[in-house]
């Protein structure tokens, strides 16, 4: 069982930078792939970004290519999102998810079989 708790969303002004922080429970975490969605009111789903076990490769959504960063710190258990240049239409609620025991990363939110309960970024105009 993996357990994913994010934090570090707010309100923003345009422009300006966030970085997110998803901590996971469990002794799989090093070995499985992570992933960042989002999910705005009345929108399906959006993949944000994805990183292998290993943080070797890293994928964006093409929204946020150039300007969102996705890394992790496997000997602290947490993967991190780092948003900068922010604009109103990145506003959404954003999940952290686990591929349990997967090394690989995938843009498909079916894949992954943990989730966080989210948390809310705002960016006003």
């Known amino acids: 069982q993996v357990q994913l708790v994010e934090s570090g969303g707010g309100l923003v002004q345009a422009g300006a930078s966030l970085k997110l922080s998803c901590a996971a429970s469990?002794?799989?975490?090093?070995?499985?792939?992570m992933g960042w969605f989002r999910q705005a009111p009345g929108k399906e789903r959006e993949f944000v970004a994805s990183?292998?076990?290993?943080?070797?490769?890293?994928y964006y959504g093409d929204s946020v290519k150039g300007r969102f960063t996705i890394s992790r710190a496997n000997e602290k258990n947490t993967v991190y999102l780092e948003m900068n240049s922010l604009k109103p239409e990145d506003t959404a609620v954003y999940y952290c998810?686990?591929?349990?025991?997967?090394?690989?990363?995938?843009?498909?939110?079916?894949?992954?079989?943990?989730w966080g309960q989210g948390t809310q970024v705002t960016v006003s105009s």
């Open positions: 998810a686990a591929r349990s025991q997967v090394r690989t990363s995938s843009r498909n939110s079916y894949d992954y079989d943990y």
């Open positions: 469990g002794r799989t975490f090093s070995s499985s792939a």
């Open positions: 990183i292998t076990w290993s943080g070797g490769l890293t």
